[in-house]
Nanobody, 116 residues
Framework: QVQLVESGGGLAQPGGSLRLSCAASGFTFSSYGMSWARQAPGKGLEWVSSMDNDVSVTYYADSVKGRFTISRDNAKNTVYLQMNSLEPENTALYYC?????????WGQGTQVTVSS
């Protein structure tokens, strides 16, 4: 079955960086777009970024454009989210999803806390 396991979350200071990873299994990874979304405390799920299976095509929410970078390694069945210039407002549970325009499955999430 499809499994998506996020890692790399933690505590970062404002202005700092984190790199999230999502290890995928149970499907042909290279055939699917992948996405990241987040849920801040008391808020709904917010889409962050997507990448088509064609690695040259990426999409970002305006709130993270220029600071976050999505990438993938098809040999490792892993998608990444490099997060730079972190802000307290980026504190959330971050999820990876299978798909780009239509998300079919979600992982369990990894917590990111940005605080001094």
């Amino acid at each position: 079955q499809v499994q998506l396991v996020e890692s790399g979350g933690g505590l970062a200071q404002p202005g700092g960086s984190l790199r999230l990873s999502c290890a995928a299994s149970g499907f042909t990874f290279s055939s699917y777009g992948m996405s990241w979304a987040r849920q801040a405390p008391g808020k709904g799920l917010e889409w962050v970024s997507s990448m088509d299976n064609d690695v040259s095509v990426t999409y970002y929410a305006d709130s993270v454009k220029g600071r976050f970078t999505i990438s993938r390694d098809n040999a490792k069945n892993t998608v990444y989210l490099q997060m730079n210039s972190l802000e307290p407002e980026n504190t959330a549970l971050y999820y990876c999803g299978r798909g780009s325009l239509n998300i079919m499955d979600w992982g369990q999430g990894t917590q990111v806390t940005v605080s001094s």
